[in-house]
């Protein structure tokens, strides 16, 4: 069974950093990628960043660029997600995801087929 666990989230100040990771067990994840999404209330859930298990290839959105930097320890099955600079619009439930329907594009949630349960992250002005 594959769980996807994630931590870190919590509350921060306007500018300041939180580093979020995700626990990925149940399956080899070669040939996948693994993505961070965030949905706010009332807003629709959107991609954050992603990752290439094999390659470590990565994407992000244009909102987290120059801020947030993706990683992956392929020894310890855990994607990491390194939030700099954050804003109160940060503010979201984050959620990781692991995915191999290329087809649909790393960014796209219909591309993932297991998820975390998700993990706040609120930044306060």
């Known amino acids: 069974q594959v769980q996807l666990v994630e931590s870190g989230g919590g509350l921060v100040q306007a500018g300041g950093s939180l580093r979020l990771s995700c626990a990925a067990s149940?399956?080899?994840?070669?040939?996948?990628?693994m993505g961070w999404f965030r949905q706010a209330p009332g807003k629709e859930r959107e991609f954050v960043a992603g990752?290439?298990?094999?390659?470590?290839?990565?994407y992000y959105a244009d909102s987290v660029k120059g801020r947030f930097t993706i990683s992956r320890d392929k020894s310890k099955n855990t994607v990491h997600l390194q939030m700099n600079s954050l804003k109160p619009e940060d503010t979201a439930v984050y959620y990781c995801?692991?995915?191999?329907?290329?087809?649909?594009?790393?960014?796209?949630?219909?591309?993932?087929?297991?998820w975390g349960q998700g993990t706040q992250v609120t930044v306060s002005s």
């Open positions: 990752i290439t298990w094999n390659g470590g290839s990565t």
């Open positions: 149940g399956r080899t994840f070669s040939n996948y990628y």
């Open positions: 995801a692991a995915g191999a329907r290329t087809y649909y594009g790393i960014s796209v949630a219909a591309g993932y087929d297991y």
